[in-house]
């Protein structure tokens, strides 16, 4: 009952925020649009932000289902942006008001998640300490995550299907070279 009540004010601040943007849109719309009470809004969520991270953790947990591997990462890569692409009314909207943080770390967690799953696996039987693992990562992290919210802002026009596919070419080999730079130093 608990998760269809946070799914329901997902889905009507998806749906408001196809009306008026974030910053219009209180607490009152929410519930009134769900048929809940005040009170069960704030059992779940402190504010609307908690709701709008919420929302974002949510979709990032279905993006990646478990492409977090050497293998699959690409495909991993391919679904975060096919999930941004599938919200882009929500993403926008966020990005465009004054928590454009949270869909930063909402694209920080997501890649972060993904690439760790990668440099984790390649790591194994290497003598590679965690704070190198977690480095490599931040720095692949960053690198992805800058490209994405350059393609968010130009309001996700290009084909996200070519720009992983350049991202690939870019990084081919490139984590295993990193593992191997560290874990030779």
């Known amino acids: 009952m608990a998760n269809m009540t946070k799914h329901a004010l997902e889905a009507s601040l998806k749906k408001l925020l196809l009306q008026k943007p974030l910053d219009k849109i209180t607490i009152n ?81 997501l890649t972060m998640n993904l690439i760790m799953g990668v440099v984790e696996e390649k790591s194994v039987g290497t003598n590679l300490k965690e704070e190198d693992k977690l480095f490599i990562a931040n720095f692949y992290k960053y690198s992805f995550v800058g490209v994405m919210l350059d393609w968010i802002k130009m309001g996700m026009r290009a084909d996200y299907q070519e720009i992983v596919e350049k991202m690939c070419l870019t990084l081919r080999g490139n984590i295993m070279h990193s593992i191997r730079n560290f874990s030779e130093k």
């Open 29 to 109: 719309d929410l519930t009134e649009d769900c048929g809940i009470s005040r009170m069960a809004f704030y059992y779940h969520f402190k504010d609307i932000y908690d709701l709008v991270e919420w929302a974002c953790l949510e979709d990032a947990t279905k993006a990646l289902q478990g492409k977090k591997t050497y293998g699959t990462w690409q495909e991993g890569l391919s679904q975060i942006f096919e999930a941004v692409l599938e919200n882009k009314p929500f993403i926008m909207n966020v990005y465009h008001s004054v928590s454009r943080e949270q869909i930063e770390n909402y694209l920080f967690r």
